[in-house]
C-alpha cells in the first residue's frame, strides 16, 4: 500500500487494499519455509493524514492462515488479525531501516523519504508478528502419545504413559546421579 504524502497533508485518506500473501515477498519465504500457508488476501485498512512532523497511519491488517500444530502436528486455519499505528517521519533520522518500538502505545516509527510512503514492509512485519512461533491447534491440545504416535486428541490410545514418563525420569535420576 502506498500513500501519496501531499494527499495526506491535505486530507485525512480511507484506503483500503488486498493483495495476495505472493505480494510480499517475505510471506512467500515463510510459505516456502512451510511455516504457514496463506488461504486468504493480505486485507488492509489505514486511516492515514499528516500530524505535526510525520505521517499517522492508522490501520488493520487482516488474513487466514493454515498451521500445523508444534504438538500433534495437525493441520489448522486461523484468522490473524493486527491493528497498528505507525509514523512515517520525513528524512531518515534514524540509522538505516532499524524501527523505534515505544513500548506504551506500540507506535511504530519509520523514516521516510521521497513523497510517497510505501507501507508493504510494514504491513508484512503485522502479520509475521501474529504468526506463533510454536502453533497449537486449541490451547490445551493433548498432543501426540510418546508411545504409540497416537493423536490423544482423538482419544485415548491405550498405551500406559505414566509407566513411561515414570520410566525416563529414573533414567534421568540414573545420568544426574552418575
Ligand atoms: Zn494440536
Ligand atoms: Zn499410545
Known amino acids: 500500500m502506498k500513500i501519496r504524502v501531499e494527499?495526506?497533508?491535505?486530507?485525512?485518506?480511507?484506503?483500503a487494499e488486498s493483495e495476495?500473501?505472493?505480494?510480499?515477498?517475505?510471506?512467500?519465504?515463510?510459505?516456502?519455509?512451510?511455516e504457514a500457508r496463506f488461504i486468504a488476501p493480505v486485507n488492509v485498512?489505514?486511516?492515514?493524514?499528516?500530524?505535526?512532523?510525520?505521517?499517522?497511519?492508522e490501520g488493520k491488517v487482516e488474513t487466514r492462515v493454515a498451521l500445523s500444530c508444534s504438538r500433534?502436528?495437525?493441520?489448522?486455519?486461523?484468522?490473524?488479525?493486527?491493528?497498528?499505528?505507525?509514523?512515517?517521519?520525513p528524512g531518515g533520522t534514524m540509522s538505516g531501516d532499524e524501527e523505534v518500538e515505544l513500548s506504551e502505545e506500540e507506535l511504530i516509527s519509520v523514516p521516510f523519504t521521497g513523497d510517497e510512503v510505501d507501507m508493504a514492509n510494514e504491513i508484512f512485519e503485522q502479520v509475521m508478528m501474529e504468526i506463533p512461533y510454536k502453533p497449537l491447534c486449541t490451547d490445551d491440545c493433548k498432543g501426540l502419545c510418546p508411545n504409540c504416535g497416537?493423536?490423544?486428541?482423538?482419544?485415548?490410545?491405550?498405551?500406559?504413559?505414566?509407566?513411561?514418563?515414570?520410566?525416563?525420569?529414573a533414567l534421568k535420576d540414573l545420568k544426574i546421579d552418575k
Not at 485498512?45 to 497511519?57: P, S
Open 72 to 89: 500433534c502436528l495437525a493441520d489448522f486455519e486461523r484468522d490473524l488479525s493486527s491493528e497498528f499505528t505507525i509514523f512515517y517521519t
Open 150 to 169: 497416537a493423536d490423544l486428541n482423538q482419544g485415548e490410545c491405550g498405551c500406559d504413559r505414566r509407566g513411561v514418563n515414570l520410566k525416563m525420569s
Open 45 to 57: 485498512a489505514v486511516q492515514a493524514y499528516w500530524e505535526y512532523d510525520h505521517l499517522r497511519a
Open 7 to 15: 494527499d495526506a497533508k491535505k486530507k485525512t485518506l480511507q484506503l
Open 20 to 34: 495476495p500473501a505472493s505480494h510480499y515477498p517475505a510471506l512467500v519465504e515463510l510459505e516456502d519455509a512451510g
